[in-house]
């Protein structure tokens, strides 16, 4: 089963070798300035801009390119190189000749994050979640405190699922408990990023034994940070969902009364059945 991780954007943090102030080497400068114009270039890319360049895109990739070619044939034992540029291709779409320049720069150092992450990306969307688990878990080794990393464990978890428990190494409550601890660090480390509170308060839906309080306390957060009003009745949806899991059909009546966006009628219709078909106490 293939893994599809959420492509997000991710700043490139390349860990360059320096000392003291002034002491940046060669090869460090190269490296920076490299890492500057590319992402410099993705993230125009990304924009979408109907005035984007394409013929000046590919140019100026094929420059950056040819600059890392020029770095590491100068510098062939220079890890950070191969993590970056293994990195760009995988970007553009050559995951062949990305996955060898990331496996590369980890034979050289293992102890680059991004590069673990990146091969763990590449072995989850090859239908391999065993072999990448281990390079998510390196990569939150050394990097601890960078949310991307817990988010995608908790994603190949999630989706892998059957591949996990099949393996025989844990069990359903042991996995759902550990994918919603990843997303869990994910939200805690970086709360102002909507996709990984929000799939945090979804995890709460899979675990064996819910905390139906804590999802609610979640929900409510979430709707206080929605930046639309779908968004914010979206999660009062959810919100819903939760108090007549508890068994508060009063509360969830007036939160789903507050659900008037069209696009969410359907969603809102579901609970109103599942209100309707539970005998009053």
Same mark, same amino acid.
């Given at each position: 089963?293939?893994? @599809?991780?959420?492509?997000?954007?991710?700043?490139?943090?390349?860990?360059?070798?320096?000392?003291?102030? +002034?002491?940046?080497?060669?090869?460090?400068?190269?490296? @920076?300035?490299?890492?500057?114009?590319?992402?410099?270039? %993705?993230?125009?890319?990304?924009?979408g801009?109907?005035?984007?360049?394409?013929?000046?895109?590919?140019?100026?990739?094929?420059?950056?390119?040819q600059?890392?070619?020029?770095?590491?044939?100068?510098?062939?034992?220079?890890?950070? +190189?191969?993590?970056?540029? +293994?990195?760009?291709?995988?970007?553009?779409?050559?995951?062949?000749?990305?996955?060898?320049?990331?496996?590369?720069?980890?034979?050289l150092?293992?102890?680059?994050?991004?590069?673990?992450? &990146?091969?763990?990306?590449?072995l989850?969307?090859?239908?391999?979640?065993?072999?990448?688990?281990?390079?998510?878990?390196?990569?939150i080794?050394?990097?601890?405190?960078?949310?991307?990393?817990?988010?995608?464990?908790?994603? %190949?978890?999630?989706?892998?699922?059957?591949?996990?428990?099949?393996?025989?190494?844990?069990?359903?409550?042991?996995?759902?408990?550990?994918?919603h601890?990843?997303?869990?660090?994910?939200?805690?480390?970086?709360?102002?990023?909507?996709?990984?509170?929000?799939?945090?308060?979804?995890?709460?839906?899979?675990?064996?034994?819910?905390?139906?309080?804590?999802?609610?306390?979640?929900?409510?957060?979430?709707?206080e940070?929605?930046?639309?009003?779908?968004?914010? &009745?979206?999660?009062?949806?959810?919100?819903?969902?939760?108090?007549?899991?508890?068994?508060?059909?009063?509360?969830?009546? %007036?939160? %789903?009364?507050?659900?008037?966006?069209?696009?969410?009628?359907?969603?809102?219709?579901?609970?109103?059945?599942?209100?309707?078909?539970?005998?009053e106490k």
């Open positions: 089963m293939k893994s @599809r991780l959420l492509c997000l954007a991710l700043a490139l943090a390349v860990p360059l070798a320096r000392g003291g102030e +002034g002491s940046e080497s060669l090869p460090d400068r190269t490296l @920076r300035q490299l890492v500057e114009r590319q992402q410099s270039l %993705l993230a125009e890319a990304a924009k801009s109907a005035h984007f360049d394409e013929d000046n895109f590919q140019l100026q990739l094929q420059q950056v390119s600059g890392y070619e020029l770095l590491l044939r100068d510098n062939p034992d220079y890890a950070p +190189g191969y993590g970056a540029y +293994g990195y760009l291709l995988g970007k553009v779409g050559m995951r062949k000749q990305s996955i060898a320049m990331l496996l590369k720069a980890n034979q150092d293992p102890d680059q994050p991004l590069v673990k992450n &990146q091969i763990g990306n590449f989850a969307e090859e239908g391999k979640p065993l072999e990448a688990a281990p390079y998510f878990l390196a990569a080794r050394l990097a601890p405190k960078e949310p991307l990393y817990h988010y995608q464990l908790g994603t %190949l978890l999630h989706e892998a699922r059957d591949d996990f428990i099949r393996a025989g190494e844990w069990t359903p409550e042991a996995l759902a408990h550990s994918e601890e990843a997303f869990r660090h994910a939200a805690e480390l970086a709360p102002d990023r909507l996709e990984f509170t929000y799939r945090y308060a979804e995890s709460f839906y899979d675990l064996t034994t819910p905390d139906w309080a804590g999802a609610l306390r979640a929900w409510g957060a979430l709707e940070k929605a930046p639309t009003d779908v968004e914010r &009745q979206t999660m009062r949806l959810h919100a819903a969902n939760i108090l007549i899991k508890q068994g508060k059909p009063d509360h969830a009546r %007036l939160l %789903l009364a507050q659900v008037t966006e069209t696009s969410l009628q359907a969603q809102k219709q579901k609970l109103v059945a599942q209100l309707a078909a539970k005998p």
